[in-house]
Protein backbone atom coordinates (compact mmCIF):
# COMPACT_ATOMS: atom_id res chain seq x y z
CA UNK A 1 0.00 0.00 0.00
CA UNK A 2 1.03 3.31 -0.70
CA UNK A 3 0.97 6.12 1.67
CA UNK A 4 -1.36 8.66 -0.25
CA UNK A 5 -3.42 5.88 -1.73
CA UNK A 6 -6.88 6.99 -2.73
CA UNK A 7 -5.67 10.78 -2.08
CA UNK A 8 -6.26 13.42 -5.23
CA UNK A 9 -3.45 16.16 -4.65
CA UNK A 10 -3.15 19.34 -6.45
CA UNK A 11 0.35 20.58 -6.58
CA UNK A 12 1.25 24.06 -7.95
CA UNK A 13 4.47 25.02 -9.97
CA UNK A 14 4.54 21.38 -10.84
CA UNK A 15 6.15 21.80 -13.75
CA UNK A 16 9.87 21.82 -12.34
CA UNK A 17 11.96 21.82 -9.11
CA UNK A 18 10.80 21.07 -6.33
CA UNK A 19 6.68 21.19 -7.76
CA UNK A 20 7.99 18.16 -10.24
CA UNK A 21 9.42 16.52 -7.93
CA UNK A 22 6.77 16.29 -5.12
CA UNK A 23 4.19 15.13 -8.00
CA UNK A 24 6.21 11.93 -8.57
CA UNK A 25 7.13 10.95 -5.51
CA UNK A 26 3.12 11.46 -4.59
CA UNK A 27 2.07 9.14 -7.46
CA UNK A 28 5.00 6.44 -6.58
CA UNK A 29 2.99 6.67 -3.12
CA UNK A 30 -0.48 5.97 -4.59
CA UNK A 31 -1.86 9.84 -4.93
CA UNK A 32 -3.88 10.84 -7.57
CA UNK A 33 -2.14 13.89 -8.50
CA UNK A 34 -3.00 17.21 -10.33
CA UNK A 35 -0.31 19.30 -11.61
CA UNK A 36 -0.39 23.27 -12.33
CA UNK A 37 2.12 25.07 -13.78
CA UNK A 38 1.97 28.76 -15.80
CA UNK A 39 3.78 26.67 -18.39
CA UNK A 40 2.02 23.72 -20.02
CA UNK A 41 4.38 20.64 -19.27
CA UNK A 42 3.49 20.00 -15.65
CA UNK A 43 3.88 16.56 -13.90
CA UNK A 44 0.75 14.82 -12.76
CA UNK A 45 -2.46 12.48 -14.04
CA UNK A 46 -4.16 15.60 -14.99
CA UNK A 47 -1.96 18.70 -15.92
CA UNK A 48 -3.56 21.94 -15.57
CA UNK A 49 -2.30 25.06 -17.30
CA UNK A 50 -3.44 27.82 -15.12
CA UNK A 51 -1.98 31.36 -13.45
CA UNK A 52 -2.46 31.02 -9.82
CA UNK A 53 -2.62 34.86 -9.23
CA UNK A 54 -5.93 35.02 -11.15
CA UNK A 55 -9.04 34.41 -9.23
CA UNK A 56 -10.94 32.63 -11.71
CA UNK A 57 -8.18 30.84 -12.88
CA UNK A 58 -7.44 29.60 -9.75
CA UNK A 59 -11.05 28.71 -8.75
CA UNK A 60 -11.31 26.47 -12.16
CA UNK A 61 -8.45 24.52 -11.84
CA UNK A 62 -9.86 23.22 -8.49
CA UNK A 63 -13.14 23.09 -10.05
CA UNK A 64 -11.71 20.86 -12.90
CA UNK A 65 -9.94 18.67 -9.84
CA UNK A 66 -13.19 17.47 -8.84
CA UNK A 67 -14.90 16.73 -12.03
CA UNK A 68 -12.52 15.09 -12.87
CA UNK A 69 -11.98 12.86 -9.49
CA UNK A 70 -14.81 13.61 -7.31
CA UNK A 71 -13.01 15.03 -4.51
CA UNK A 72 -9.43 16.81 -3.45
CA UNK A 73 -7.69 15.41 -0.11
CA UNK A 74 -4.22 17.67 -0.69
CA UNK A 75 -3.35 20.86 -1.71
CA UNK A 76 0.32 21.79 -2.12
CA UNK A 77 0.85 25.44 -2.62
CA UNK A 78 4.38 25.57 -3.84
CA UNK A 79 4.53 27.94 -6.78
CA UNK A 80 6.69 31.05 -6.50
CA UNK A 81 9.65 32.95 -7.68
CA UNK A 82 12.46 34.44 -6.75
CA UNK A 83 13.98 37.03 -9.70
CA UNK A 84 17.20 38.93 -9.75
CA UNK A 85 15.77 42.25 -9.30
CA UNK A 86 13.98 41.44 -5.58
CA UNK A 87 17.50 42.69 -3.98
CA UNK A 88 17.47 45.43 -0.79
CA UNK A 89 14.78 47.41 0.24
CA UNK A 90 16.67 50.50 -1.02
CA UNK A 91 16.87 48.98 -4.84
CA UNK A 92 13.76 46.68 -5.60
CA UNK A 93 11.40 48.65 -7.37
CA UNK A 94 7.69 48.71 -6.58
CA UNK A 95 7.16 46.49 -9.59
CA UNK A 96 9.38 43.59 -8.67
CA UNK A 97 8.01 43.64 -5.10
CA UNK A 98 4.58 43.70 -6.09
CA UNK A 99 5.24 40.70 -8.71
CA UNK A 100 6.78 38.67 -6.07
CA UNK A 101 3.96 39.33 -3.66
CA UNK A 102 1.58 38.29 -6.52
CA UNK A 103 3.23 34.61 -7.23
CA UNK A 104 4.34 33.66 -3.54
CA UNK A 105 1.89 35.29 -2.06
CA UNK A 106 -1.78 35.82 -3.09
CA UNK A 107 -1.35 32.45 -5.02
CA UNK A 108 -1.19 30.95 -1.90
CA UNK A 109 -4.30 33.32 -0.16
CA UNK A 110 -6.24 32.48 -3.44
CA UNK A 111 -5.19 28.49 -3.95
CA UNK A 112 -6.78 28.05 0.23
CA UNK A 113 -9.48 30.56 -0.44
CA UNK A 114 -10.54 28.26 -3.17
CA UNK A 115 -9.00 24.83 -2.24
CA UNK A 116 -10.19 24.70 1.36
CA UNK A 117 -13.75 24.38 0.55
CA UNK A 118 -13.34 21.23 -1.31
CA UNK A 119 -11.12 20.03 1.43
CA UNK A 120 -14.50 20.89 3.81
CA UNK A 121 -16.53 18.87 1.69
CA UNK A 122 -14.90 16.42 1.64
CA UNK A 123 -14.53 16.28 5.60
CA UNK A 124 -11.16 17.26 5.85
CA UNK A 125 -7.35 17.21 4.35
CA UNK A 126 -4.02 18.47 4.31
CA UNK A 127 -2.82 21.54 3.19
CA UNK A 128 0.63 22.47 2.82
CA UNK A 129 1.80 25.32 1.69
CA UNK A 130 5.63 26.31 1.09
CA UNK A 131 7.27 28.99 2.62
CA UNK A 132 11.29 29.14 3.55
CA UNK A 133 13.99 29.56 6.05
CA UNK A 134 13.88 32.75 5.32
CA UNK A 135 10.55 33.15 6.80
CA UNK A 136 12.56 32.88 10.07
CA UNK A 137 15.85 34.70 9.61
CA UNK A 138 17.66 37.80 8.15
CA UNK A 139 20.17 37.58 5.95
CA UNK A 140 22.50 40.42 4.84
CA UNK A 141 22.08 38.93 0.69
CA UNK A 142 18.66 40.65 0.91
CA UNK A 143 16.19 39.62 -1.34
CA UNK A 144 13.55 41.94 0.65
CA UNK A 145 10.37 40.78 -1.45
CA UNK A 146 10.68 37.17 -1.32
CA UNK A 147 11.86 37.49 2.88
CA UNK A 148 8.69 38.78 3.52
CA UNK A 149 6.14 37.21 1.22
CA UNK A 150 7.90 33.82 2.72
CA UNK A 151 7.00 35.38 6.26
CA UNK A 152 3.74 35.87 5.16
CA UNK A 153 3.02 32.59 4.15
CA UNK A 154 4.05 31.33 7.32
CA UNK A 155 1.87 33.52 9.32
CA UNK A 156 -1.14 33.08 6.52
CA UNK A 157 -0.55 28.93 7.42
CA UNK A 158 -0.68 29.11 11.27
CA UNK A 159 -3.86 31.56 10.92
CA UNK A 160 -5.90 28.78 8.62
CA UNK A 161 -4.50 25.81 11.13
CA UNK A 162 -6.21 27.55 14.18
CA UNK A 163 -9.59 28.48 12.22
CA UNK A 164 -9.74 25.28 10.36
CA UNK A 165 -8.17 22.25 12.91
CA UNK A 166 -11.98 21.16 14.30
CA UNK A 167 -13.35 20.36 10.76
CA UNK A 168 -10.21 17.70 10.19
CA UNK A 169 -8.05 20.90 8.15
CA UNK A 170 -4.63 20.68 8.68
CA UNK A 171 -2.57 23.69 7.19
CA UNK A 172 1.33 23.30 7.94
CA UNK A 173 4.35 25.59 6.46
CA UNK A 174 6.88 23.58 4.82
CA UNK A 175 9.96 25.59 5.15
CA UNK A 176 12.72 24.06 3.07
CA UNK A 177 16.41 25.52 3.39
CA UNK A 178 18.46 26.33 0.17
CA UNK A 179 17.50 23.24 -2.63
CA UNK A 180 19.61 22.21 -5.75
CA UNK A 181 16.89 23.98 -7.80
CA UNK A 182 17.28 24.77 -11.49
CA UNK A 183 16.56 28.41 -10.33
CA UNK A 184 18.81 28.28 -7.67
CA UNK A 185 21.34 26.45 -9.60
CA UNK A 186 21.55 29.35 -12.24
CA UNK A 187 21.74 31.66 -9.85
CA UNK A 188 24.73 30.18 -8.24
CA UNK A 189 26.06 29.17 -11.77
CA UNK A 190 26.97 32.95 -12.80
CA UNK A 191 28.53 33.76 -9.72
CA UNK A 192 30.41 30.79 -7.61
CA UNK A 193 31.28 33.15 -4.62
CA UNK A 194 27.91 33.95 -4.35
CA UNK A 195 27.62 29.86 -3.77
CA UNK A 196 30.44 30.20 -1.12
CA UNK A 197 29.51 32.76 0.95
CA UNK A 198 26.27 30.70 1.30
CA UNK A 199 28.29 27.51 1.63
CA UNK A 200 29.93 28.08 4.86
CA UNK A 201 26.83 28.62 6.97
CA UNK A 202 25.80 25.64 5.91
CA UNK A 203 26.45 23.10 8.58
CA UNK A 204 25.90 20.02 6.50
CA UNK A 205 28.09 22.14 3.56
CA UNK A 206 25.52 21.38 1.00
CA UNK A 207 22.48 22.24 -0.50
CA UNK A 208 19.49 19.94 -0.29
CA UNK A 209 18.21 17.78 -2.87
CA UNK A 210 15.08 18.10 -3.80
CA UNK A 211 13.46 14.62 -2.92
CA UNK A 212 14.73 15.96 0.55
CA UNK A 213 12.26 18.34 0.81
CA UNK A 214 9.82 16.39 -1.15
CA UNK A 215 10.22 13.63 1.38
CA UNK A 216 9.09 16.11 3.81
CA UNK A 217 6.08 17.07 1.77
CA UNK A 218 5.21 13.52 1.09
CA UNK A 219 4.74 13.10 5.69
CA UNK A 220 2.79 15.94 5.84
CA UNK A 221 0.35 15.36 2.90
CA UNK A 222 -0.10 11.82 4.08
CA UNK A 223 -2.31 10.62 7.38
CA UNK A 224 1.12 9.80 9.32
CA UNK A 225 1.11 13.39 10.23
CA UNK A 226 -2.31 13.06 11.57
CA UNK A 227 -1.27 15.72 14.53
CA UNK A 228 0.84 17.91 12.74
CA UNK A 229 -1.48 21.30 12.66
CA UNK A 230 0.22 24.89 12.41
CA UNK A 231 3.89 23.69 12.30
CA UNK A 232 6.45 25.63 10.54
CA UNK A 233 8.31 22.56 9.11
CA UNK A 234 11.66 23.46 8.55
CA UNK A 235 13.86 21.30 6.41
CA UNK A 236 17.25 23.25 6.08
CA UNK A 237 19.60 20.69 7.33
CA UNK A 238 20.47 22.90 10.89
CA UNK A 239 20.96 26.26 8.68
CA UNK A 240 18.66 27.79 11.19
CA UNK A 241 19.88 26.47 14.40
CA UNK A 242 23.52 27.36 13.56
CA UNK A 243 25.61 30.03 14.95
CA UNK A 244 28.81 29.04 14.08
CA UNK A 245 29.74 26.45 11.54
CA UNK A 246 32.66 23.92 11.29
CA UNK A 247 34.32 26.35 8.35
Known sequence: MGRLDDKVCVITGAASGI???????????????????????????????????????????????????????????????????????????LEAWQRVQDVNLKSVFLCCKHGIPHLLEGGGGSVINTASFVAVMGAATSQISYTASKGAVLSLSRELAVQFARQGVRVNALCPGPVETPLLLRIFGDDPAAYERRRIHLPMGRLAKPREIVNAALFLASDESSYVNGATFVVDGGLTAAYVTPE
Open 19 to 93: GAETAKRFKEEGATVVGVDLSDNAEGDLAIQADVTDDEQVKGMYARAREEFGHIDVLFNNAGISPNDDVSVLDTS
